[in-house]
């Protein structure tokens, strides 16, 4: 038999069609704006991360469009040849600033960020200790090392004490515990003081990923370390994306300058992938600028979120373990999921069902995103379509 090289996708494909897994990917037809356009319908979008909708504030398109012209559309090379610029520095010492640290280093994508340094933190002679619930890319950057691996309860600091202790009788060289700062998934917020004072007599690193906090938590948004009031001789690695609430895009990690020193000249993901466009870098820094001078964003987020948590709890809808500007409306079961987004949409309102294996079989549920560009308004439209559909789909 002459073999098909390629023909196994297809069927790996039909197989998530038939299982009614496979994505469809919908088209935005514009700017990712609070009201939307997704095929060819306008939209009140409930499942951004442009939390705080600064990809289109002026001064980040301005500050875009200005790098271009003076550094051109792309910067040539990867950070460590010639690709590292004035603005790519200026951001990092930005960052640095605004996160309260020594140091900042920014790479193409939190994803790489995970990927590239997670990697470089443990050798097979130490222990990684690991939220049961950490986002997809803290576990392939886990994968990617030979340390051994242990799991604690999510976020249940007596379950990492517990774990821990397991840990050390390894008699490991170093430890890292790692967590998300948000979780994804519930909007739950990681106890990082807990953490912190659970790992500090063990000498434990503590790396926490705060794509969903930053630009939300915190003082005028600086994160999840600002929020616990902790420092960075706390928590070592503060990581976290522009692609969420800054607007942007493009991962980073904060904390100390030995730190910085040793991951930019270790991490694979920085050291052999091309740096940010000009334009890219010039816009993060305008997200950092807005963010220190016009705190009225983060202060919507937190008031739309209060609003509409109320709205759909008054309902009758369960929000889950919501503590964040992340918002879930659970339904169960995953069929329940599935009809309320459909009908959402129907109402003009986009908000995407979570369902099997994302989550467990019956904790699917609609993920909303709340943005601080919504106005009360558009809020209340959706809470009504919630409400319309939530009692024809006999969620509430
Ligand atoms: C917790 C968490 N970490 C990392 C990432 C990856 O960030 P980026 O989009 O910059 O690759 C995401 C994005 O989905 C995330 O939610």
């Not at 980073?252 to 993901?269: C, E, F, I, Q």
């Not at 009908?343 to 995407?352: C, F, T």
Request: net charge negative; glycine share 10%.
């Amino acid at each position: 038999m002459v073999r098909d090289p390629i023909g196994w996708m297809r069927d790996e494909y039909n197989k998530l069609v038939d299982a009614n897994l496979n994505w469809r990917i919908r088209e935005l037809q514009g700017p990712s704006t609070p009201s939307a356009m997704i095929d060819g319908k306008e939209v009140i979008m409930l499942c951004s991360n442009n939390y705080l909708n600064l990809s289109n504030h002026p001064k980040l398109k301005e500050a875009a469009l200005n790098a271009i012209k003076s550094h051109g559309a792309g910067s040539g090379s990867v950070r460590a040849i010639a690709g590292t610029m004035d603005i790519h520095l200026e951001l990092e010492r930005r960052l640095a600033n605004f996160k309260g640290a020594e140091a900042a280093l920014t790479y193409s994508a939190g994803f790489a960020t995970n990927e590239g340094l997670i990697p470089q933190l443990v050798t097979k002679n130490d222990a990684i200790v690991s939220d049961e619930l950490n986002h997809g890319s803290i576990i392939d950057g886990v994968r990617l090392t030979k340390a051994k691996r242990f799991v604690y309860k999510h976020t249940d600091v007596a379950d990492l004490e517990r774990v821990l202790d397991e840990a050390e009788k390894d008699n490991p060289e170093k430890i890292l515990v790692i967590t998300d700062g948000v979780f994804s998934m519930d909007g739950d917020i990681a106890p990082l003081d807990g953490v912190v004072k659970a790992a500090e007599p063990h000498g434990a690193m503590i790396y926490v990923d705060d794509a969903h906090g930053e630009a939300v938590l915190g003082e005028g948004g600086r994160g999840i370390v600002s929020h616990f009031k902790l420092t960075h001789e706390q928590v070592h690695f503060e990581m976290g994306t522009f692609s969420k609430a800054f607007g942007t895009m493009g991962g980073h990690v904060s904390g100390s300058r030995d730190m910085v020193n040793y991951a930019l000249n270790k991490s694979r993901s920085w050291l052999l992938s091309g740096s940010h466009p000009p334009a890219t870098a010039a816009s993060c820094i305008a997200a950092i600028d807005v963010l220190e001078t016009e705190p009225i964003h983060v202060k919507t987020l937190w008031e739309n979120r209060e609003y509409f948590v109320k709205g759909l709890k008054d309902m009758g809808y369960d929000t889950g373990f919501s503590q964040t500007p992340i918002i879930p409306a659970m339904t169960g079961e995953s069929s329940k999921a599935v009809a309320l987004s459909d009908g959402l949409y129907d109402e003009g309102i986009l908000a995407l069902p979570i369902v099997f294996p994302m989550v467990a079989r019956d904790k699917a549920r609609i993920r909303n995103i709340m943005n601080s560009g919504l106005s009360m308004e558009q809020l209340d439209i959706a809470l009504a379509a919630y409400e319309k559909i939530g009692k024809r789909v006999g969620i509430i």
